[in-house]
């Protein structure tokens, strides 16, 4: 089978005039978008994309959970197809990029494929993943996760927003339940495309991040107990600041974090001191330190050292403290053989590229877990999501959508 | 003139049982005191305190601040008057001692004068000053600070409380706003009685503090400003972390108090990160250190090498730092005539004592700036105070007043 050629390109300002009309579904307050999952704009959104679809040739399945499947016939009909997609949904106050690009990008190689009349022998179907962003209802892809296996659709159904809504009520009333079982497809592969997220990409002026790996995660949440006392009338050798051992630990997660440079991270973003009165000396500090590698056994070497050090320190400051794990999950490696389609594309395109590790979660993740898996990153104006002033340049967009699809192609196999 | 002899002692029973009966109006939730300056409570509190005093034979002034003014004539007509006393008011979870100690170990000292019909050539005159507080009304001190000049009569009359209504219609509403101008009153001296509100008596087992000096004070908000990034897409050269730089900054603060031992303190009490998610790497902390010591060249010291030293921090970070001072007062010195009079009083009953810098504010602190001063300090358990269970014994109660009534006699003279 051939490899796609080197001029075969997508049609990068009817990509973009796409990702903009979808961008006035839910706008947000400041140029973004809100268009939470399952809310109204959400079903306009879905709609529109049906609609999109539609015209360019696609059938649309629908799942229980509302997984949208967009499919272009391939010339085999038993050939388990190729999928390409990411979400629609959006943050309260995200960006019209995140996830939209992909599923986008996803349409645009189908259409590109209209114009060019190319066909592939395996089919290939763009996914709207329902509820990626897991803001409304957590957790984040929640509808991917139980497409994979790790959730179950009635635990799925049962998740409740912050009105007690449910997942399950809120899919039935915007009229996007369907009837197909989750998570019954056979896939030949999986491809997302999806902005970095972070300034790796733009700060090195490369157009392509071919995604390697997935960071693992550790949330620990740290407690450190002292004792609240005036800070006027309590001498320095007499106090039990339980802030101060905080500082002594945030330091020391920085430390952890930079012996296993350059992959992995360490910070805490959470962070709590009670009774938090200026005349107080902190009797409790809360904060949760979030450790990242794309290896496991690094993350439970941070995990471990952190414990370690952490107690040291509270030992020798006469404070006490506990740890909770509240929240993790394993390093993604994705597939080689998807991996290899990715960077070849963005070789034979002619794109700059660098290999990119996913500091955040995604679809793909967990999709990895039951097909084979690769994705596509693109810059951002630094490293800027989860906020409306996200940002990117139509070149990134279309360098993108050129990659993925070149990748998905040449997974599902040009027919002469 | 002589001095009062070593087996004059007030009444420990009666001092006690007049504390459980002060406790018994206004009480907390937890075994404490809820007598907010200028509720209904505090004048019923002050009602009783009255009828007491006349019931002693002396004569009430109120001014126009509230401050109440119980006399005890001296023989002398024309000899000003050695004050004593503290504050009725509590906290809203407050304990039973903190201000009432020194109210009505002053009533006490009038009690035992009569019994043993000891007459002195300046009258003496037991004080409550109103809201020394300030968890109402802001700020603590307030009618004291009057009576001193600090703050003028209209400004604390237009203090407002949570629910916007003014000091001055409050006093008006409980009934105790006098005629008298504020701070008209000559003043031989005044002794203020008051628990420690740390730990260091307890700690060394001594009965008696002999106060020497007031901490200064300095609250120094400090703001690091570094970016809001994601916590796993963002490599680690790449942060600029803010609770980071904060942890490092606080580290420094316990470096530069210490390095004042013993006297100097210095803490962060309050401390917030925003946005405070756990994903998000902070983008601004915002803390406020506490500096304090009795001597202001130390304070000043203490906040030139924070803001040198965070400006440092930051600058290798990548963060920009800003200060603002929230608040301060200068160290006090404690009239050396009274101090030693406090001393002699504690040797000649035998009390074990050490000199004690008083780490809060007090009424005393500003009356030092119009008349002599000093102030007595009994342990409290645990150094806890401003909490229901603050907690003293009935010796240690004892012992303050005893030591108070010596300083007090013989500078109001002991007439044979």
Chains 1, 2 share one sequence.
Not at 65 to 82: I, K, S, W
Not at 215 to 222: F, I, K
Request: aromatic share 6%.
């Amino acid at each position: 089978m051939p490899a796609p050629g080197e001029n075969l390109k997508i049609n990068g300002d009817r990509l973009w005039d796409s990702l903009m009309e979808m961008a006035r579904i839910g706008p947000g307050v400041a140029g973004g978008n809100n268009r939470q999952t399952l809310t109204d704009a959400d079903g306009e959104g879905r709609a529109l994309f049906q609609r999109w679809c539609e015209e360019a040739g696609c059938t649309m399945g629908l799942d229980r959970m509302g997984n949208m499947f967009a499919r272009r016939e391939g010339t085999d009909p038993d050939a388990p197809p190729v999928y390409v997609g990411s979400h629609l949904d959006t943050q309260p106050t995200g960006g019209k990029y995140d996830g939209v690009l992909g599923v986008l990008g996803g349409l645009e190689i189908v259409r590109t494929l209209n114009d060019l009349g190319i066909s592939t022998r395996h089919p290939i179907v763009v996914t709207n993943w329902t509820n990626e962003e897991g803001t409304r209802f957590a957790p984040a892809m929640l509808a991917s996760g139980v497409f994979a296996g790790v959730h179950t659709e009635d635990w799925a159904y049962a998740r409740e927003d912050a009105e007690g809504l449910t997942f399950g009520a809120e899919l039935s009333r915007i009229g996007w339940k369907g009837d197909e079982p989750v998570g019954a497809r056979p896939m030949r592969a999986f491809f997302e495309l999806h902005i970095e997220q972070g300034p790796i990409l733009e700060a090195e002026g490369k157009d392509i991040g071919v995604v390697t790996h997935g960071q693992g995660l550790a949330w620990v949440q740290v407690t450190i107990t002292g004792k609240a006392a005036h800070t006027g009338s309590t001498p320095m050798p007499m106090r039990r600041n339980a802030g101060l051992g905080m500082a002594r630990v945030l330091e020391q997660v920085d430390r952890i974090a930079l012996s296993h440079a350059p992959d992995a991270v360490g910070a805490a973003g959470h962070i709590e001191v009670h009774p938090n009165s200026r005349n107080v000396i902190p009797e409790r500090a809360i904060f949760t330190v979030d450790f990242r590698s794309p290896d496991l056994s690094v993350i439970r070497d941070m995990e471990a050292r952190l414990k370690d050090g952490a107690k040291a320190i509270c030992d020798d400051m006469g404070l006490s403290v506990a740890f909770e794990r509240v929240g993790g999950f394993d390093p993604v490696t994705f597939d080689s053989d998807c991996v290899e389609a990715v960077r070849r594309a963005a070789e034979r395109l002619g794109y700059s590229h660098r290999n990119i590790i996913s500091g955040a979660g995604h679809d793909a993740c967990w999709i990895n877990r039951v097909a084979p898996t690769a994705m596509v990153m693109c810059p951002c104006v630094d490293g800027l999501s989860h906020n409306e002033a996200e940002d990117i340049s139509k070149d990134w967009a279309t360098a993108g959508a050129d990659v993925l699809m070149h990748a998905v192609i040449e997974t599902a196999e040009i027919v002469e």
